[in-house]
């Protein structure tokens, strides 16, 4: 049986790696995050608190755990908030990994980090695994830091970078596709960019790469995300379509208009050749994926 530990657990993607590694026979999986609790409390889950940027908790808890993995979906992924508080992102982002990654090694685990397409410019979009890289603020360079440290550590690790992903938890932030909903639900008109491009990833697609590359021992750099490329516009249009929503209240705008605190890449999206014949990765089509949500939030009232 093998022991995995994940970090950022009461996250989006940490919560549904939870629910999938539940019933697993094959695995003992521990879950931990900053917070005190687990959001998933009520259910039988084991977890402990730990916050990965203090280095002497980090190697505490792996060198008595001895995890045969390390599950990283952590991070601090506020782009603007990672602009203006970059102490705190540099803390979470990369010297997190650098603990994560130190004690991976001394016992000989394997590291499996999640990124970002915002370690590209988004002038030369889609991307493959192979592009050079070129992040244009503060998050992307914390996030391309984080994965030059795991590769300069020489542990064993995989890297799967993702894009805009969307779906829904337990007191998880609002992603995109959740202040879409929220929004028109309350009438609110909504300003979203026609001009930043990119392939949103379904939360189950995400979650799947990340067991197929546990299951088949998968190492290396991975781009994960949806097949269609959409504006941020066109995509709140479809979820008000598929959520039944008034799209008017939807309101273009060019990133090139907007004071923002840091600068977005234009247009990024993924080559996924490689996912598709190393994992069998087959992303869901938008439709389905916001169909999946529509489901899945059922009566959970967003916050």
């Known amino acids: 049986m093998k022991r995995i530990l994940v970090c950022g657990s009461?996250?989006?993607?940490?919560?549904?790696?939870?629910?999938?590694?539940?019933?697993?026979?094959?695995?003992?999986?521990?879950?931990?995050?900053?917070?005190?609790?687990?959001?998933?409390?009520?259910?039988?889950f084991d977890y402990t608190q730990l916050d990965i940027s203090k280095r002497s908790d980090v190697k505490s808890l792996v060198t008595s755990y001895r995890p045969d993995i390390i599950l990283n979906p952590?991070?601090?992924?506020?782009?603007?908030?990672?602009?203006?508080?970059?102490?705190?992102?540099?803390?979470?982002?990369?010297?997190?990994?650098?603990?994560?990654?130190?004690?991976?090694?001394?016992?000989?685990?394997?590291?499996?980090?999640?990124s970002t397409d915002y370690v590209f410019d988004g002038k030369n979009g889609p991307y493959k695994e192979s592009d050079r890289t070129n992040p244009v603020n503060y998050y992307g360079k914390t996030k391309l830091?984080?994965?030059?440290?795991?590769?300069?550590?020489?542990?064993?690790?995989?890297?799967?970078?993702?894009?805009l992903i969307y779906g829904t938890g337990i007191q998880v932030k609002n992603?995109?596709?959740?202040?879409?909903?929220?929004?028109?639900?309350?009438?609110k008109?909504?300003?979203?960019?026609?001009?930043?491009?990119?392939?949103?990833?379904?939360?189950?697609?995400?979650?799947?790469?990340?067991?197929?590359?546990?299951?088949?021992?998968?190492?290396?750099?991975?781009?994960?995300?949806?097949?269609?490329?959409?504006?941020?516009?066109?995509?709140?249009?479809?979820?008000?379509?598929?959520?039944?929503l008034d799209s008017s209240l939807i309101e273009k705008r060019s990133l090139s208009n907007m004071q923002l605190p840091a600068q977005r890449p234009p247009v990024t999206g993924f080559i996924l050749e490689k996912a598709k014949n190393e994992l069998r990765f087959q992303p869901t089509t938008l439709q389905q994926g916001l169909v999946n949500l529509k489901q899945e939030l059922g009566t959970i009232t967003l916050n």
């Open 10 to 44: 009461n996250g989006l993607l940490g919560q549904k790696l939870a629910w999938m590694l539940k019933n697993n026979q094959e695995y003992e999986v521990l879950h931990t995050s900053y917070h005190r609790s687990f959001f998933l409390g009520n259910y039988p």
């Open 74 to 114: 952590a991070g601090m992924t506020n782009v603007d908030q990672c602009e203006v508080e970059r102490e705190a992102a540099w803390k979470t982002n990369v010297i997190g990994l650098e603990n994560l990654a130190e004690s991976a090694r001394r016992i000989g685990a394997k590291l499996i980090h999640i």
């Open 145 to 163: 830091a984080g994965e030059n440290v795991i590769i300069g550590s020489r542990v064993r690790n995989a890297i799967l970078r993702t894009i």
């Open 175 to 187: 992603n995109f596709a959740l202040w879409v909903v929220k929004s028109l639900r309350e009438n």
């Open 189 to 244: 008109p909504i300003r979203c960019f026609e001009d930043q491009i990119a392939s949103p990833t379904f939360l189950g697609d995400i979650a799947l790469a990340v067991l197929k590359v546990i299951e088949v021992d998968a190492e290396g750099l991975y781009h994960i995300s949806g097949e269609e490329a959409v504006s941020r516009y066109n995509f709140a249009v479809q979820i008000a379509k598929v959520f039944n």
